[in-house]
């Protein structure tokens, strides 16, 4: 019998995130568990374990496992990852100080952008020069590049970037230099910018491979770890890897290239949110997703979360462009915010209240966890206001602490504010909410769009009791909850399509693009993408080209997809009318310019795998929880009516003030709304 058993693993801040879905016996079980910060590994073995105790499946039964981590991202903000060296062309080696030459900040003389992942004394210079058209004017000088190694080992580096001058156009050189390295010093990491991001933009194409070398021997110490864990546990299936774009890859390309997992986790939100709004026929959503140490806020427009091409990561300043490092990948176009249910809130100087940025995580985690904890956070606050119930948190496995919560809140937060208790929890909603909206306003505003033209579909741990908030902020006038929205990104992990993007410059004026190298690219491109893919047997891959366009003389890019066919000099037409269409939805106008191609893309994906949310039909018993009091935004404390999601049928109407239970999260509507239960048990909430 073919194995049809598949576990997804979403790595949190302050919980690990699994789902275990087997279509052959209509099964889907999830689990949710505090993280290991120390040792990621153990939550994760000690969730499967649990997982297949549960369902009564065998270790070898499992097919794959797909896993989505925050590891990268982690490691850029805590500057904690390898001692890296940097190899350029004479001259230059400052490339990472000059960067744009511009500031993020114009109005703040003290203003400081991020600093480099690799300090000046380990960065050399080596002779050899590739032109722009990919000639080479100058041989390189491989005694040099020994001499200059053997200079950076002996200053302990653990990895080598290599980022030589249009090695976009011509890799020979980096190829070269790789190999020699190599040889030469065998247990040196090495990443060259040719491979991890072929494309022009010398300051991009070398932070990116700079990042890909920090981050390299931890992630790849990571994944050998997991996978021996999960061996010696008898589970022989492929281990999958989500990418930040939200396709997943392969376990030894996730090693060779770490930085494409930078957004990793936050994506496999986004696909799940995709997913759920396609079942329901919802063309256009927000994707809320707030967990236990951040909140990532996502735009899905006719069924899939849109996609960008380069991404800031680290940045010092949140909300200001060019203060962090410039990596190009693809990746969910998504903001992200430190608020989230660990969220520590506290006066500050100034006497007003601040929630977040800094996290209780999982280890103290909140006051109410009972595990060290001293500090009030958005959790504690929950639980005053009647949004979580103590006694079934996580099903009743963790039982939350009133008494410390509403202690803390009092000596941390109302004392110092000269607030009563109760209004002090109202008020760090509050701020979390606004401060969410905020985000979420100016996401939807730099692509042109109105919140009120969309519906909210919330999920992760605390989404779901925060989602009324915000939507009431945001004039949202529907939310969505779908089932398990607790571990939706695990989810999302399962239903995620293997992808493979590959992208190469070739910088022409449309009129003039040489279409024998652009179709010699995509060949390129093409088996590329094909090394990397698992097998497909009969699946169809799905094939997208797409090329970054601009007018002549602007200095960005918009993407515009590529007719399948006429592709070529007969499609010129074609694709002038494509990119003016595209340039009209982003900027409202287009001109009569000539219009030049920068970088051509390729997208090769499996189909989506075909995920429900339901597990089984409901349960069978009261859905009637009884009445409690809770604090609903704008109205204050309420009786609100407890319904056991599990047991509720589909086509139920039901009025609010309400609050709807799961094992892994809570939701709450307000009395202005009026909820419908869907045939898989999503909830959709309509707000008067």
């Known amino acids: 019998m073919s194995r049809t058993v598949r576990i997804g693993v979403d790595v949190g801040g302050t919980f690990t995130d699994l789902l275990l879905h087997d279509p052959r016996r209509g099964l889907m079980r999830p689990g949710k568990l505090p993280t290991t910060?120390?040792?990621?590994?153990?939550?994760?073995?000690?969730?499967?374990?649990?997982?297949?105790?549960?369902?009564?499946?065998?270790?070898?039964?499992?097919?794959g496992i797909v896993h989505g981590t925050t590891l990268v991202t982690n490691t850029l903000l805590e500057r904690t990852g390898a001692v890296v060296g940097l190899?350029?062309?004479?001259?230059f080696s400052d490339i990472l100080e000059m960067g744009r030459e511009t500031r993020f900040d114009t109005t703040d003389l003290l203003a400081r952008p991020a600093q480099p992942l690799v300090p000046r004394h380990l960065r050399r210079g080596v002779p050899g020069r590739i032109a722009a058209d990919g000639s080479e004017l100058e041989p390189l000088d491989e005694p040099a590049v020994l001499a200059a190694v053997r200079d950076l080992v002996d200053q302990g580096i653990e990895a080598l970037a290599v980022a030589l001058m249009h090695s976009y156009r011509n890799a020979g050189h980096e190829h070269r230099v790789r190999d020699l390295v190599t040889r030469a010093h065998p247990g040196l990491h090495v990443t060259v910018s040719?491979?991890?991001?072929?494309?022009?933009?010398?300051?991009?194409?070398?932070?990116?491979?700079?990042?890909?070398?920090?981050?390299q021997p931890l992630m790849a110490r990571y994944l050998d770890d997991l996978r021996d864990d999960l061996t010696a546990m008898g589970i022989d299936a492929p281990l999958r890897i989500m990418l930040s774009g939200g396709g997943v890859t392969t376990f030894e390309d996730a090693k060779r290239f770490p930085v494409r997992l930078l957004e990793s986790g936050p994506a496999a939100g986004a696909i799940a949110a995709a997913a759920v709004a396609r079942t329901l026929g919802e063309p256009d959503v927000v994707s809320f997703d707030m967990g236990g140490t951040t909140a990532k806020i996502a735009v899905v427009q006719e069924g899939r979360p849109r996609l960008k091409h380069d991404f800031e990561a680290g940045r010092v300043a949140t909300f200001k462009p060019g203060s962090g490092l410039p990596v190009r990948l693809t990746v969910v176009d998504m903001i992200e915010i430190g608020s989230g249910g660990g969220s520590i809130a506290a006066p500050d100087a100034l006497g007003l209240l601040k929630?977040?940025?800094?996290?209780?995580?999982?280890?103290?985690?909140?006051?109410?966890?009972?595990?060290?904890?001293?500090?009030?956070?958005?959790?504690?606050?929950?639980?005053?206001?009647?949004?979580?119930?103590?006694?079934?948190f996580l099903g009743g496995e963790m039982r939350l602490r009133t008494r410390e919560a509403r202690k803390a809140l009092t000596r941390e937060v109302a004392g110092p504010l000269g607030l009563d208790t109760a209004d002090a929890a109202a008020g760090i909603v509050e701020v979390v909410t606004e401060s969410m909206a905020a985000a979420a306003r100016m996401h939807l505003s730099e692509q042109g769009k109105d919140p009120a033209d969309f519906a909210l579909l919330a999920f992760g741990g605390a989404g779901p009791a925060h989602a009324y908030g915000l939507a009431k902020?945001?004039?949202?006038?529907?939310?969505?909850?779908?089932m398990r929205a607790g571990v939706m990104s695990a989810c999302g992990l399962l239903a995620a399509a293997p992808?493979?993007?590959?992208?190469?410059?070739?910088?022409?004026p449309l009129a003039d693009?040489?279409?024998?190298?652009?179709?010699?690219?995509?060949?390129?491109m093409t088996s590329?993408?094909?090394e990397t893919l698992p097998p497909a047997d009969a699946e169809p891959l799905r094939v997208r080209r797409s090329a970054d366009m601009r007018y002549v003389g602007q200095g960005f890019e918009i993407e515009v997809d590529l007719p399948e066919r006429d592709f070529g000099p007969a499609g010129l037409g074609h694709i002038r009318t494509a990119f003016e269409s595209t340039y009209r939805s982003v900027f409202g106008r287009s001109l009569d310019a000539a219009v030049e191609v920068v970088n051509w893309r390729l997208s090769l994906r499996l189909p989506d795998h075909d995920l429900s949310t339901r597990s089984g039909p409901a349960r069978t018993g009261e859905a009637h929880r009884g009445v409690r009091p809770v604090h609903f935004p704008g109205y204050g404390p309420l009786e609100a009516t407890v319904w056991d999601r599990y047991a509720l049928a589909p086509g139920t109407e039901l009025a609010g003030p309400a609050i709807f239970e799961e094992r892994e999260s809570s939701c709450s509507f307000g009395p202005d709304c009026r909820i419908r239960v869907t045939d898989d048990l999503t909830l959709v909430a309509e707000i008067d």
Do not use: F, M, Q
């Open 37 to 63: 910060p120390h040792a990621p590994n153990e939550a994760i073995t000690e969730g499967i374990a649990r997982l297949l105790c549960e369902t009564s499946t065998a270790p070898e039964d499992v097919a």
């Open 87 to 91: 190899l350029t062309t004479s001259g």
């Open 194 to 215: 040719s491979a991890v991001a072929p494309v022009i933009g010398e300051y991009e194409r070398t932070g990116t491979a700079c990042l890909n070398a920090y981050v």
């Open 355 to 392: 929630v977040g940025p800094r996290s209780a995580g999982s280890v103290p985690g909140p006051v109410a966890y009972g595990r060290g904890g001293e500090r009030p956070t958005v959790t504690d606050a929950d639980l005053v206001l009647g949004l979580l119930d103590a006694e079934n």
């Open 473 to 482: 902020s945001l004039k949202i006038p529907r939310v969505i909850v779908p």
């Open 499 to 508: 992808t493979v993007d590959e992208v190469r410059s070739l910088p022409s």
């Open 513 to 524: 693009v040489d279409w024998r190298h652009v179709t010699a690219l995509y060949d390129e």
């Open 528 to 530: 590329r993408a094909l």
